[in-house]
């Protein structure tokens, strides 16, 4: 589950992008506090961004670079 925080640049956190995309702005950066990973778009740092638990995050990035992600059932 993830919590929302509706000012990433107001959090204090340092976000960090992936070091795979190169020089692409549409991006996913990331900051880690407190056992949690915080999301945001780097196209839009003082908009929001999503916590999550840093072990739910590690098993999901586990999952997309295994490809092991199973789509989800209505």
């Not at 003082?46 to 072990?55: K, Q, V």
């Amino acid at each position: 589950m993830s919590k929302y925080l509706p000012n990433a640049a107001a959090s204090g956190l340092t976000f960090k992008k992936s070091s795979f995309s190169g020089n692409n702005v549409n991006c996913v950066e990331y900051a880690v506090a407190s056992g949690e990973v915080v999301v945001r778009d780097s196209k839009n740092p003082t908009g929001p961004a999503l916590r999550y638990d840093a072990a739910a995050f590690t098993a999901f990035v586990n999952a997309v670079a295994t490809d092991a992600l199973v789509p989800a059932t209505a």
